[in-house]
């Protein structure tokens, strides 16, 4: 099962920031929290991963919690492009099983002109 | 251009068939991975490889099967004993398999849509 929770669907004006949460209260100290996009009928896309600290690079910027246990991915400047389904992934960082990414149903995000 | 490529990406097939999906990378990733996702799900991990001749169950391998000869390719096989192959077939690949950082980051292919008549 996915070890987090997210809204089932959002909506964005384009231009504005679009600002999608996630839950993942049981993280353990290890785990990474990564995120993924996936537009209809197309592979997955890596956006962003962090441990604690907060991270941006050119797609986006991830804001984790003190506590860990919830983060938030940032489109600063959301476009029309940038509708799909958003996936939070906690993942361990060691091998076997315990290293895959778990997806979730994820949020769909729709960004209306 | 480097990635991963996925063909077809439409596939056909009549109940009872063996069918093979092709998955090949040019980005010198050794860890590659197969993932299965229905209408309106996640994805699931059938199975994945972090190196060549070497592949490891994920959490749906039933009725699949695969095989890891050369680094840049990673075959799945859907046999009939697989209940419902009808669905959205993901490949990926990392640089390497453990540690969460940058090198073991999965990038995905295209997707094939197996249907199954």
């Known amino acids: 099962d996915a070890k987090t929770t997210q809204p089932t669907s959002m909506d964005c004006a384009e231009g504005r920031a679009a600002n999608l949460p996630c839950n993942h209260s049981t993280i353990s100290g290890n785990e990474y929290v990564y995120w993924y996009r996936q537009i209809h009928s197309q592979g997955p896309q890596y956006i962003i991963h962090g441990l604690k600290n907060n991270e941006t690079n050119e797609m986006a910027s991830l804001i984790i919690t003190e506590d860990r246990k919830s983060s938030t991915l940032i489109l600063p400047h959301a476009t029309l492009r940038d509708t799909a389904v958003y996936y939070c992934i906690v993942r361990a960082n060691y091998g076997g099983s315990q290293g895959n990414l778990i997806f979730g149903k994820g949020t769909k995000l729709s960004v209306k002109p | 251009d480097g990635g991963i490529t996925q063909s077809p990406k439409y596939l056909f097939r009549k109940e009872g068939q063996n069918v093979t999906l092709s998955c090949e990378q040019n980005?010198?990733?050794?860890?590659m991975y197969w993932y299965r996702q229905d209408p309106g799900q996640g994805l699931r991990l059938i199975y994945y490889?972090?190196?060549?001749?070497?592949?490891q169950k994920g959490d749906i391998a039933e009725g699949y099967s695969v095989s890891r000869e050369k680094k840049e390719s990673f075959p799945l096989t859907v046999t009939s004993a697989q209940k419902n192959p009808t669905a959205f077939y993901l490949c990926a690949s990392s640089i390497e398999r453990p540690g969460g950082g940058k090198r073991d980051t999965q990038y995905f292919g295209p997707g094939t849509r197996l249907t199954v008549l």
């Open positions: 980005l010198n990733h050794d860890a």
């Open positions: 490889s972090q190196i060549v001749n070497d592949f």
